[in-house]
């Protein structure tokens, strides 16, 4: 039987295709406020900056191309029984040829009508429409007249897909962190649904704020410490 590899990844695992994190200094939080941009409130308040903040990244992410641990994790498949449970609003993890991705906050390639995707209909995604880099601005409505907004989980609002990523990392074999500072929550706190004698690997070149004895921390960037998990004996 295949193991189980649950992988979370965050901003880290697309910067060396270069797409800025956001944390980090010289990140996209320092050039753009975060509750203007990409909250619930900011949309409410002024859509048409929202919308406009949305455009500039797909057109970024269309000049991207995926790096070599986007592939490496998608390679894992070979092998292994993979769920990619990312933070990253990106598409690099598809393009790269991972096929069983949780998005938690979203998808900037897909927009929905801004009364969707809530409570009273149960998350349901069938209102989404992926459109790729193309740009979307205030009067692109839905054939019921209702403005479409990014398919992003903005600051404020419910993280639907939180349990599926839980019981992802619940069942897997192995666990694997990328790319993320662990400061994101509830996203951040993922990891504490590992099995107990499940392995936990940590990628990422700084300190992080996990402190378990089962956590192997591999000091490094993305594309390296991808490299140097696949020869860590885990498999």
Request: proline share 5%; charged share 25%.
């Amino acid at each position: 039987m295949k193991k189980k590899i649950a992988v979370l990844t965050g901003a880290g695992v697309s910067a060396e295709s270069g797409l800025s994190t956001y944390r980090d200094s010289g990140g996209t939080w320092d050039n753009y406020d975060p509750m203007v941009v990409a909250s619930a409130e900011g949309w409410h308040r002024d859509p048409g900056t929202v919308l406009s903040f949305y455009n500039g990244l797909r057109k970024r992410m269309a000049a991207c191309q995926p790096n070599s641990a986007h592939l490496d994790i998608a390679a894992l498949e070979k092998d292994c029984d993979v769920t990619v449970i990312t933070q990253n609003v990106d598409d690099l993890h598809e393009r790269a040829g991972s096929t069983h991705i949780i998005h938690l906050h979203g998808e900037a390639t897909k927009i929905r009508p801004e009364d969707s995707f809530n409570d009273w209909d149960g998350f349901s995604e069938k209102r989404v429409v992926d459109i790729g880099y193309n740009e979307v601005h205030l009067g692109d409505k839905d054939s019921r007249g209702v403005q479409m907004r990014p398919h992003i989980v903005f600051f404020g609002e419910a993280v639907p897909k939180l349990q599926e990523a839980a019981e992802a990392v619940s069942q897997a074999d192995v666990v694997l962190i990328i790319g993320t500072s662990l400061q994101v929550y509830p996203a951040a706190s993922l990891y504490h649904y590992a099995a107990p004698g499940v392995p936990i690997y940590i990628i990422d070149p700084k300190d992080v704020p996990a402190r378990e004895a089962r956590i192997i921390h591999i000091r490094d960037v993305a594309t390296r410490g991808m490299k140097t998990f696949l020869t860590s004996g885990v498999f």
